[in-house]
Nanobody, 118 residues
Framework: QVQLVESGGGLVQPGGSLRLSCAASGIQFKFYELDWYRQAPGKQRELVTTITTTGSTNYADPMKGRFTISRDNAKNTVSLQMNSLKPDDTAVYYC????????????WGQGTQVTVFS
């Protein structure tokens, strides 16, 4: 059974930092590309960042320079370091794993809430 379990969400003031983690099980982790998505209240889910199997990364423009994605294939984890947080970053953040070979093979975590408040 595949599981993606996020952790690390919480409440933070503007300008603060949080580190999200996603622990995967049931998949050959190193062969999956990994994404973080987020969904704010009343808005569509949006892609935050991606890391490929080779470690290449991409970020949505609003997150460039503030967020950093990383993966640890030995621990089957992907992390998202979020700095300089803004109220607009408030959302549920989701971990997503997808096979680069079979696009229909993909899995979601349950999400973790990040709230940036002043």
């Amino acid at each position: 059974q595949v599981q993606l379990v996020e952790s690390g969400g919480g409440l933070v003031q503007p300008g603060g930092s949080l580190r999200l983690s996603c622990a995967a099980s049931g998949i050959q982790f190193k062969f999956y590309e990994l994404d973080w998505y987020r969904q704010a209240p009343g808005k569509q889910r949006e892609l935050v960042t991606t890391i490929t199997t080779t470690g290449s990364t991409n970020y949505a423009d609003p997150m460039k320079g503030r967020f950093t994605i990383s993966r640890d294939n030995a621990k089957n984890t992907v992390s998202l370091q979020m700095n300089s947080l803004k109220p607009d970053d408030t959302a549920v953040y989701y971990c997503h794993a997808r096979s680069p070979y079979v696009p229909s093979v993909n899995f979601w975590g349950q999400g973790t809430q990040v709230t940036v408040f002043s």
